[in-house]
């Protein structure tokens, strides 16, 4: 199950350099995480400030 980022993305960027496989991009409203890529490491949630980035 990939990680999944909710509406509290504030869009700061900071998830993008913690993965390790690229799968998050920014997006008009939030940041986006593709579910091919991500590999369920959790890194993302650890450095976004709003926890957005949610596990399912
Ligand atoms: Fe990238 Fe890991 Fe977040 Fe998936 S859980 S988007 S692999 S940092
Ligand atoms: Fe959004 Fe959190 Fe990523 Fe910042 S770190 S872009 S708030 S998901």
Known sequence: MAYT????CINCGACIEE?????ISAGDD???IDA???IDCGAC???CP????VEG
Do not use: R
């Open 45 to 47: 949630a650890g450095a």
């Open 36 to 38: 091919e890529k991500c």
């Open 19 to 23: 993965c390790p496989t690229e799968a």
């Open 5 to 8: 980022i909710n509406d509290s």
């Open 30 to 32: 939030k940041h986006v």
């Open 50 to 53: 709003v926890d957005a980035p």
